[in-house]
């Protein structure tokens, strides 16, 4: 049966070959070409693009990319990981209360917020430094790091801790030993829901970082917006990928990954 | 307020709120300073929100903003809950080829993604504008809409559909009169989410728009990259207003309904 059904995929299948599959090979032709400036329809193949990328200016942008990137995962663990703990404690009535009142911020546009950190941190003269940035990044992501901690949190058996203190062991034991092991899934979700945005982000260091401040990601948005240098910019957003690529693949080995952004939230 | 907790994990959360907070409640009070230099309060004005109201882009703006997100939704809605339904009837593998590419968008940073359909628009030549952020827009919210309605048709009775053809449906009908009634709450949570990742989305229509088509978030990157000005201020006071009463709403018919509920279960 469900030859009708089937055939409801069809248009979405030629909708992906077009909108996705199409525009990423692009990106890899790109990187990987090089069109005479006269006449774009003739181009060459080359690797100088990334030959390019490995020059030292580049590569410093790309570890200051991913310094800044695991700094701020590392402060939304640290701050985030007791407020999901917390808040799974906290009486079932008002939770939902507190939930949404976490989640309330982040439907607020993501300039916006950003834009508030500017108005702050102009006043205590932060504003264009390193710290700016992580402060930013910290203050935009750390929801994602707390709801997949909270939802890890309350999906663990009550009974286990139970066990836990019947066998001797004091509450911080059960904590280490049960509660913290069996949160790890939420955890790992959570570092990779904060490092993906945290490392490509451009809009947040060129608000708070200044208009000399570069990330990988502006660097990328430099080559499309003011240097019209595709084929190098193509380069970076292949080398971003991968490496986003390796960080997931490396994560994914400890636990598993739910998707990013809303699921969650709704 | 929050009982049973210990005193020193009020202070968290009561820091972790105000962190959160500060800043908003900042904006929003500096959008009736007088003075534009912000950090000084010079006196109550609303001559930032007259200014705002007088601005055409800001109209402008709003405007695309709400009509992308508003067909885009739609579009991507019923696109998505089609696509997830006939997903569902193919055969495993069919299926594992076609999410792994409807992955690519969810797991792609924003700018990847952003940057590979300017390349697409470009390269055949399409002016970018409207249509073209509104196609990019349908194309990164689809996948969150399959992913969201997909979960509810597996966990739905596969012999529903068997019943009803049994009972004289033709496929369409049953479509129609089983399946979606079966899957609506995957259909409104995937809804929610394409429209409230329109509206927010800024790296994408960055990429993918020109020629005077801007949306609400452009145009804020555009004047906070350049000075900061109380006419931000203003408008963000007017959004988080916004999500507030939005917010409160659902709260009132969320409680309305769970009264609604407790009173038919105490009539049984």
Same mark, same amino acid.
């Given at each position: 049966m469900n030859r009708t059904i089937k055939a409801l995929l069809y248009p979405y299948v030629v909708w992906i070959a077009m909108m996705i599959v199409v525009p990423f090979f692009l990106i890899f032709f790109y990187s990987i070409t090089q069109s005479r400036p006269d006449s774009p329809a003739i181009f060459r193949f080359t690797l100088q693009h990334y030959r390019e990328f490995f020059k030292t200016e580049n590569i410093n942008i790309l570890s200051k990319s991913v310094i800044l990137a695991v700094e701020t995962t590392i402060l939304c663990l640290v701050l985030g990981y007791p407020a999901a703990w917390i808040i799974s404690k906290t009486n079932v009535n008002i939770q939902n209360m507190i939930l949404l009142l976490f989640i309330l911020?982040?439907?607020? %546009?993501m300039l916006l917020r950003t834009y508030a950190w500017q108005v702050i941190l102009s006043r205590t003269g932060l504003l264009y430094t390193d710290t700016a940035v992580v402060i930013g990044m910290v203050y935009n992501f750390i929801p994602f790091m707390v709801l997949p901690i909270y939802t890890a949190i309350t999906k663990i058996d009550k009974s286990l801790i139970e066990a836990a203190n019947d066998l001797g062991a004091s509450s911080k034991e059960a904590f280490l030993k049960v509660v913290f092991p069996l949160s790890m899934p939420g955890v790992i979700t959570g570092i990779v829901m904060v490092f993906l945005p945290a490392v490509s982000s451009f809009a947040i260091p060129r608000l *708070? +970082?200044? +208009?000399?401040y570069v990330l990988i990601g502006n660097l990328i948005e430099k080559q499309f917006? *003011?240097? %019209? %240098?595709w084929n190098f910019g193509s380069a970076v957003s292949v080398i971003l990928m991968i490496l986003i690529l390796i960080s997931m693949r490396f994560m994914r080995k400890s636990g598993e990954i739910s998707g990013r952004g809303g699921a969650i939230l709704w | 307020m929050v009982k049973g907790l210990k005193i020193q994990h009020k202070i968290y959360l009561g820091l972790m709120f105000l962190f959160l907070y500060a800043p908003i409640f900042v904006l929003v009070l500096y959008?009736?300073? #007088?003075?534009? #230099?912000?950090?000084?309060?010079?006196g109550f004005t609303l001559k930032w929100y007259r200014e705002l109201f007088r601005s055409d882009v800001i109209k402008n703006a709003f405007y695309y903003t709400i009509i992308c997100a508003i067909i885009s939704t739609i579009v991507s809605t019923v696109f998505g809950t089609v696509a997830a339904i006939g997903i569902y009837y193919h055969k495993k593998r069919v299926q594992d080829y076609v999410l792994n590419v409807n992955y690519l968008p969810v797991i792609n940073p924003d700018i990847v993604t952003a940057v590979s359909l300017m390349l697409l628009y470009i390269s055949v030549g399409i002016q970018r504008g409207f249509t073209t952020m509104v196609l990019a827009h349908i194309m990164f919210s689809t996948p969150y809409v399959i992913l969201s309605v997909l979960p509810r048709l597996q966990a739905m009775d596969p012999h529903l559909i068997d019943a009803a053809q049994d009972l004289g449906a033709t496929q369409l009908q049953a479509v129609r009169k089983v399946i979606i009634p079966e899957i609506m709450p995957g259909i409104i949570a995937g809804m929610l989410i394409a429209f409230t990742m329109s509206i927010d989305d800024f790296v994408i229509s960055y990429f993918n728009t020109s020629g005077g088509v801007t949306n609400l978030s452009i145009e804020i990157f555009n004047m906070a990259k350049r000075r900061i000005r109380p006419t931000v201020n203003a408008l963000a006071t007017l959004m988080v207003a916004v999500i507030v009463m939005f917010v409160f709403i659902i709260n009132r018919i969320g409680s309305k309904k769970k009264m609604e509920y407790r009173l038919k279960e105490d009539e049984k």
């Open positions: 911020p982040m439907w607020i %546009n *708070l +970082g200044g +208009g000399q917006y *003011l240097l %019209n %240098n | 959008s009736f300073n #007088a003075s534009e #230099a912000m950090g000084r309060w010079t």
